[in-house]
């Protein structure tokens, strides 16, 4: 993968990050992105510390939450071509997103059992560098922005966030919840509540926007 500047000391690493459970029960990249995960956090967390020397930790926090979203990984993975080369199960579209973010975490773990830490981290600042650059301020979580847009409203009432179900392993569940506002709701989904809410609360702002 020339676009991931990386070259893999043991392929069987990178093509068992690039296997989803649903293609193969038993060896998958479940425990790569584990790992993944951890890396790709403390990278970003290091970037941000470096790159915005005067932001308080709830700046910080947020861009944080933005740069390791589920569609910030997946817009990634896409740019990488890592979509064609994923083996996965059937699943439905919404899931898609998903299947391409845990894949990018795991090849972000590949990285650092294959290359050590070093490797990994290099990888990630390159590519995230720019997106980490690219907001001048640091972003409202969903969920604030979506309380701020609809106490502006006549009504003035708070968005109702409702929780639905839970999909997947029980090790590594997929959270749904609906959040309804000024007449329109929406769902969304994630790998805790919190993160199911502020994709539900992203998802309704869209809405509202139009």
């Known amino acids: 993968m020339e676009k991931l500047n990386y070259k893999f000391n043991n392929t069987e690493l990178l093509e068992l990050a690039l296997t989803q459970s649903g293609a193969d029960a038993t060896h998958n990249n479940e425990r790569?992105?584990?790992?993944?995960?951890?890396?790709?956090?403390?990278?970003?967390?290091?970037?941000?510390?470096?790159?915005?020397p005067t932001e308080p930790e709830g700046d910080l926090a947020r861009r944080h939450a933005v740069l390791v979203?589920?569609?910030?990984?997946?817009?990634?993975?896409?740019?990488?071509?890592?979509?064609?080369?994923?083996?996965?199960?059937h699943m439905t579209g919404g899931r898609i997103r998903h299947v391409m973010a845990d894949a990018m975490e795991a090849v972000f773990g590949a990285i650092f059992?294959?290359?050590?830490?070093?490797?990994?981290?290099?990888?990630?600042?390159?590519?995230?560098?720019?997106?980490?650059?690219?907001?001048?301020?640091?972003?409202?979580?969903?969920?604030?922005?979506?309380?701020?847009?609809v106490q502006k409203s006549a009504s003035g009432e708070l968005p109702v966030y409702e929780y639905l179900s839970s999909t997947g392993a029980s090790h590594c569940p997929i959270f749904n919840v609906r959040v309804s506002a000024l007449g329109k709701s929406a769902t969304g989904t994630g790998t805790s509540k919190k993160m199911a809410s502020l994709a539900a609360a992203e998802e309704l702002l869209k809405i509202l926007a139009i």
């Open 32 to 52: 790569l992105e584990f790992i993944g995960d951890r890396v790709l956090g403390l990278t970003v967390a290091e970037m941000l510390y470096t790159m915005f």
């Open 113 to 149: 059992i294959d290359g050590g830490f070093e490797s990994a981290r290099a990888v990630i600042m390159e590519l995230w560098r720019d997106l980490a650059l690219s907001a001048q301020t640091a972003p409202k979580d969903a969920k604030t922005a979506l309380q701020e847009l």
């Open 69 to 89: 979203s589920t569609e910030t990984l997946a817009s990634v993975a896409e740019n990488l071509g890592l979509a064609k080369r994923i083996r996965h199960g």
